[in-house]
């Protein structure tokens, strides 16, 4: 177990806090996947202080791309600003049994959760590869004001898009608040798969609005915590160096790749992180 006060603790953590950046900025979902395990597992972080450090660097990641997603146009700002005030709402609730809950319980409930998800993941991903690029035209029917369009750089040309199933799915996204404040997962591993699949946004859009959202239930989630005494202020220090540096890597990652190459890779990593806690 690595000692969290020496430099070499301190390096592990800024160095994986970039790694954590780099895909939870490009896939949109905070990092709070890998966070948890590795302050829990590698550090010996009691769960529900490594879930307060995870939320503060998601809240602090969302705000450094949040804005920069929205300039560049990446941003659904409507229905963003929808989908997060249900996603806050259950990460408060959440938040408040999540202190009232052993450490145990939520290990397992964590592993639990990463496993359907992965799979989820990968196969969303894998799907998307074999069917190719997708059109650039909207679908024929009303037009709805959460519709909008983008600069996509991997294929070099705008991409427009039409929103569908918002009422369910913001309901859905009181679920996604839910698993932040109660996991640290911030929120974004259900809110990317809801976009994509339930409501017809692009991956790319879908991620950057993600980010925008994530940022709100991590702090509405991390201040419940903070008064709980499950914030450690120095190791949050350091890993959200960390993150703030990757995450602007991942931002670069966000504009030009394919988001499904990495989300195939991202949904392998989650999986053997599933496993070694459940066995842990």
């Known amino acids: 177990m690595i000692e969290l006060h020496s430099v070499q603790g301190s390096l592990v953590l800024g160095g994986f806090g970039v790694f954590i950046g780099v895909l939870g900025s490009a896939l949109g979902i905070g990092g709070g ?31 450094a791309v949040a804005s920069v997603n929205v300039e560049r146009g990446l941003t659904n700002l409507r229905l963003g600003i929808v989908f997060e005030t249900t996603m806050a709402l259950g990460s408060l609730f959440s938040a ?67 929103v569908r199933n918002v009422i369910p799915a913001s309901f859905l996204s009181f679920f996604g608040g839910g698993l932040s404040g109660l996991l640290g997962l911030g929120g974004g591993v259900v809110q990317v798969p809801v976009m994509t699949m339930l409501c017809g946004v692009p991956m790319k859009a879908a991620a950057a609005t993600s980010n925008f959202m994530i940022g709100v239930s991590a702090a509405a989630s991390a201040f419940i915590y903070y008064r709980k005494g499950h914030i450690p202020v120095e190791i949050c220090g350091v890993i959200v160096l960390g993150v703030l540096i ?26 053997a992180i599933a496993v070694k806690m459940l066995i842990w």
Request: positive net charge; proline residues 7%.
């Open 33 to 63: 996947v890998f966070t948890v395990p590795l302050l829990t597992l590698a550090f010996g972080l009691p769960i529900h202080q490594a879930i307060g450090a995870s939320l503060v660097a998601i809240a602090a990641a969302s705000s």
């Open 246 to 271: 990757g995450s602007f890597a991942g931002m670069s990652l966000l504009y030009k790749a394919r988001s499904e190459r990495l989300q195939m890779v991202f949904a392998a990593a989650m999986l």
């Open 96 to 162: 408040l049994i999540a202190s009232r809950m052993p450490g145990g319980v939520l290990q397992t409930a964590f592993a639990l959760a990463l496993l359907p998800i992965s799979f989820s993941m990968f196969l969303r991903g894998s799907r998307a590869l074999r069917a190719g690029p997708p059109p650039d035209l909207l679908p024929a029917g009303p037009a709805s004001s959460f519709d909008s369009e983008f600069f996509d750089h991997s294929s070099n040309g705008r991409r427009s898009y039409s």
